[in-house]
């Protein structure tokens, strides 16, 4: 993408570390402050450049040995699935009041009362053993599990209580038929890390709620696949907790527009420390989205890592109460609307205050969608976008309203319905290489979409710089600037434009075009309405220079 962007506009790549070292930037026009995200840029914590949130199994901490050992049967249980065997358990949980292990050998034990089993304790299932509580009865584990990935509880009880070790769905309840839920959900209320084997299917499952500090990982180098329960379900992962991992599996969704893979619930109080990583899933509604509550609750410190959303009929990846601390690397919307007809964003941010962004695309229309922005931000400050593509879109490439504080580096945006890019009341934003590509224009065959909308567009915008810039087969204009001040290109190109090249419209002031380069324009090259802009260094071929003002446009 980097050699793309150079090779389109004809500019060296720049450290975008450091966006004020660029060499053909206009140091009196760069925006001022901090212009996105620093804090997240920095790598030292590995992990992809980021911290993966989420808790980490525990291990005992004695070794077993024949002091700390009680065999459950050896302190009186039967095992027959018939008996009580709760006291004897107690009995021998009493015997390690120091902590130790708990041998259960193969048998079923039915337990009629309740029983806890403390942190320092470790129960060892043998090869077919398992604890059924009854029904109404409470089996409450605090401490560690060492058992095979099969089936150790069962009855009509309830298994409560934070296993500190790894845990399988296995351990819960048989897997195979045409609902997974139970398994899964019993592992997940009952343990910190539950892990998830590679079968060569999906798992079905659905409204998977997440309520304490979670990781919750597919096993393997290969995706572990998951299955959306029914036409009808409406959630896959429901996260009400934070400090959360979820990571490597495949997910597919039943087409529902109504759907989400994964839902933030922060309704009832703020979340944060939450990573998602190596996840695919197609056939959705959503693929990420949160409660809205109106920030009355917000989400902070989200780490978005190896994650591909296709076929979504809604918005791919919506955040509104998320603020501060946030990641996107290699996050992709495919096929937007090139199945379903959409009208929704593929990407929509709305009040976010600090983020980090590298390696998006969003790439897909289908033949009657309308408006659909590839990304969309609203009411958003201080963000770093390095590296993005969007193509095929039926709205614009990239949409900013009300938004400042923006480093924006590495961009490419084609075929697009809308102006590849439009600013709306945005200011201190910096931009670095970026090539705009629409369908055609007037004087080529090809048959493209005949939308006649600008390249780049500014609408009441301040403090606005962009290097190395290229804006090229559009059916109307290149570059817009409305009511527009203080804005700077720094190696502007623009070619094959059926509309005007560069204009002013508006009250306009102090705005500045450094080495502009114009080509098979159908329409004007430069129209400058404010006597304090100027075009500097402008190369034509063909179209006209029109300074409605008799101001400066030097050739």
Not at 416 to 443: K, P, Q, Y
Request: charged share 20%; glycine share 10%; with cysteine.
């Amino acid at each position: 993408l980097s050699l793309l962007l150079c090779a389109a506009c004809g500019t060296t790549p720049t450290d975008s570390g450091n966006p004020q070292s660029d060499p053909v930037s206009n140091p009196s026009s760069q925006p001022s402050g901090d212009v996105g995200s620093t804090v997240l840029r920095k790598t030292e914590q590995g992990d992809n450049g980021v911290h993966q949130y989420g808790p980490q199994e525990e291990e005992p901490d004695m070794e077993m040995t024949a002091d700390n050992s009680v065999y459950l049967k050896a302190a009186g249980a039967v095992g027959d699935g018939t008996a009580d065997d709760a006291p004897a358990l107690r009995s021998a949980l009493d015997k390690l009041s120091s902590g130790g292990y708990v041998l259960i050998e193969k048998g079923n034990y039915c337990l009629a009362s309740d029983v806890t089993v403390p942190q320092n304790v470790t129960l060892v299932f043998m090869t077919g053993a398992q604890l059924q509580p009854a029904a109404g009865v409470k089996l409450t584990v605090t401490g560690f599990v060492k058992a095979d990935v099969r089936q150790i509880f069962g009855g009509k009880g309830k298994v409560a209580g934070l296993i500190r070790n790894a845990g399988y769905p296995q351990w819960f309840a048989p897997l195979g038929g045409e609902d997974d839920y139970d398994a899964f959900q019993g592992a997940l209320d009952v343990c910190s890390v539950v892990k998830v084997p590679y079968i060569g299917r999906p798992y079905v499952v659905a409204g998977l709620k997440i309520t304490h500090p979670t990781r919750l990982e597919g096993i393997g180098t290969t995706q572990v696949e998951l299955q959306i329960l029914s036409d009808t379900a409406k959630r896959m992962f429901d996260i009400r907790s934070s400090d959360v991992y979820i990571g490597n599996f495949k997910i597919y969704g039943n087409g529902n527009e109504n759907s989400t893979i994964l839902y933030f619930n922060n309704a009832q109080q703020a979340l944060q420390n939450i990573t998602l990583s190596s996840i695919w899933a197609a056939k959705l509604g959503y693929f990420l989205r949160d409660a809205e509550t109106g920030g009355q609750h917000v989400i902070n410190n989200v780490n978005l890592l190896d994650l591909r959303g296709d076929l979504c009929r809604m918005t791919g990846i919506q955040m509104t109460d998320f603020r501060t601390g946030l990641r996107l690397n290699c996050v992709q919307v495919q096929n937007l609307g090139a199945q379903y007809d959409v009208t929704q964003p593929g990407m929509s941010f709305d009040g976010v205050q600090d983020m980090y962004m590298t390696d998006i695309d969003v790439t897909g229309r289908g033949p009657k969608s309308v408006g659909a922005d590839a990304l969309r931000f609203k009411n958003c400050t201080h963000v770093t976008m390095e590296r993005a593509m969007m193509e095929y879109i039926c709205g614009h490439s990239l949409y900013m309203e009300d938004c400042s504080d923006f480093y924006l580096s590495h961009w490419v945006g084609s075929t697009h319905d809308m102006a590849s890019t439009e600013m709306v009341r945005c200011r201190n934003v910096l931009i670095d290489l970026w090539l705009s590509i629409g369908d055609n224009f007037e004087g080529d065959t090809s048959g493209g979409k005949n939308f006649p909308v600008p390249g780049f567009k500014l609408v009441e915008c301040d403090h606005i710089t962009a290097n190395g810039m290229h804006v090229q087969r559009m059916y109307g204009d290149g570059v817009v600037l409305q009511d527009a001040t203080d804005v700077t290109f720094n190696g502007l190109t623009i070619t094959e434009v059926n509309g005007d090249a560069f204009i002013e419209i508006g009250n306009c002031a102090r705005n500045t075009v450094n080495s502009l380069s114009v080509s098979k324009t159908q329409g004007k090259s430069v129209i400058l309405v404010s006597p304090d802009s100027k075009a500097v260094s402008v190369s034509l071929q063909g179209g006209t220079v029109v300074d409605e003002l008799q101001g400066p446009c030097e050739k």
